[in-house]
């Protein structure tokens, strides 16, 4: 496992990740929150209250604008605290797009971003 930290203006941040087998890349670990994500293309990394709803919502968010979900994995500390919701999707999440997702009721957080020259 490699583990990067590195200062923002909000703060310490850590970024954790690891390779299964010979060639299968993982993001393991964002801050205080553990999961499996595959680090590739388009993905879109999102902070939320850990209650009933919000991944649908942000997945209806989504879906209205054709954004087609590959693949998603959650990380929580605990119940009904905040939890973390990674997705990779087809293609770029656009600007609109980031906007309703994080002026849904609960989200607190959401960035996006593109590896490998998405």
Not at 52 to 79: D, F
Not at 86 to 110: F, G, K, M, P, Y
Request: some cysteine; overall charge neutral; charged content about 20%.
């Amino acid at each position: 496992m490699v583990t990067v930290v590195y200062k923002t203006n909000q703060g310490e941040r850590i970024l954790s990740g690891t390779l299964f087998g010979k060639s299968d890349p993982r993001l393991v670990r964002l801050d205080e929150y553990q999961f499996d994500a595959i680090p590739e293309g388009h993905m879109l990394f999102c902070v939320n209250k850990d209650t009933p709803g919000i991944i649908g919502r942000v997945g209806s968010v989504m879906g209205l604008h054709e954004v087609n979900i590959a693949q998603m994995s959650c990380g929580r500390q605990q119940v009904g605290g905040l939890a973390l919701t990674i997705l990779n999707v087809d293609s770029r999440i656009a600007d609109e797009v980031l906007a309703q997702i994080l002026a849904q009721e609960h989200i607190t957080w959401a960035r996006r971003i593109s590896l490998g020259g998405a």
